[in-house]
């Protein structure tokens, strides 16, 4: 599959089932992992087989079953970027796990306590379930281009390529909160402030520029 077609069939998954990562995806995935550590300055921790994150009341309130595995991802506490950078380099990492055959779901607060080390100086910015879902997840209603570009008339096809693919990323709580602009063939895109709105703007801009082949300024 290419990027495109993993970004069209991976969806948000809650439900798990008990079958273990095989030892070569786990492989993979931290070979991955550290190379996103160390181009991103964050720290991507894989966790498995540890299922008490995802085991409180509040995570089986929100939905989430069976969920053993996840991704943490730790951050320096003065890193004024490691929101974007989180969803920019975690959105990698979704989408090798989609390339697996396995699921995710960004997960901001519904969940438990994670087994990650965080130490002095560091956050926990997010977490991503991850593991063989129950089901693959539906599809979740998108806006129009219109609705996130200054300009939607005469635009060259990597663009709309880029915006089709930043439009299936996922966002918090599906909001879609974020902008795009063209002018004089450079793209620049923005997120208003706001939880989770930075991650969200980080996973978008890796959408767009892993589809459209065009770096975001």
């Given at each position: ?15 798990y ?101 965080i ?35 005469d ?45 969200d ?17």
């Open positions: 599959m290419d990027t495109m077609e993993l970004i069209r069939a991976r969806h948000s998954v809650r439900k089932t008990t079958k273990k990562i095989e030892q070569e995806k786990r492989t993979a995935l931290t070979e991955l992992a550290a190379r996103c550590n160390e181009e991103s300055g964050l720290d991507f921790q894989l966790i498995f087989d540890e299922p008490k994150c995802f085991g409180t009341l509040f995570a089986k309130v929100c939905r989430f079953r069976d969920c053993e595995n996840y991704i943490a991802i730790v951050a320096k506490s003065n890193d004024p970027d490691a929101d974007e950078k989180s969803g920019y380099y975690g959105e990698k990492l979704v989408l090798k796990a989609q390339e697996l055959g396995l699921n995710t779901c960004w997960v901001a607060a519904t969940r438990g306590k994670t087994t990650a080390k130490g002095d100086g560091e956050r926990l910015v997010i977490v991503i379930a991850l593991g063989y879902g129950a089901d693959q997840g539906v599809p979740r209603k998108s806006k129009d281009i219109s609705a996130v570009s200054d300009v939607t008339e635009l060259p096809d990597w663009y709309v390529r880029g915006i089709e693919a930043a439009l299936l990323a996922p966002t918090a709580v599906n909001q879609q909160k974020f902008f795009f602009s063209l002018k004089d063939g450079v793209v620049t895109a923005s997120a208003p402030k706001g939880p989770n709105t930075m991650i703007l980080g996973i978008v801009k890796y959408h767009f520029e892993a589809v459209s082949n065009h770096k975001i300024k």
